[in-house]
């Protein structure tokens, strides 16, 4: 039984790696692309960040507007304290008015953003070491 155990341990340790790597390809492929876009290498890379389980936002940049994948993190909705613990952001998740610089009241109520990027346009309300900030992404 725990030869079985340590088996499918390897396996999601390599499924992890391999979406990493895969991400890391997905970057390069995109930047090589939007330097000079055409529709086929456009359309190839929705379709991969779809496979990826991305958020697309298009090729258009400027106000609001987030272009190219917004990939996943692997640690997304994880407990933690402080961005640092996280592979995007440590976002607070709890009652709607918090007093700027206030200790979330438990530890559960701060997690790792689930995406790469943070979303445009609307309030976060980030933990940090001083408290709870609210910041805005342009």
Sequence with gaps: ?????????????LVFAGHAEEAADYRTREA???AHPTRACVARLERRCK?????????????GRMPGCNLPTRDGGKACRVSEQCQSACVYDGPVFVPP?????ASTQCRCYPMQSLRKGAPLRLCTARGIEMVHID
């Design 1 to 13: 039984m725990s030869a079985r155990i340590v088996l499918l341990a390897a396996a999601g340790l």
């Design 32 to 34: 090589a692309c939007f």
């Design 51 to 63: 496979i990826l389980r991305g958020d697309w936002g298009g090729t258009l940049s400027g106000r």
């Design 101 to 105: 610089g206030a200790q979330p009241a």
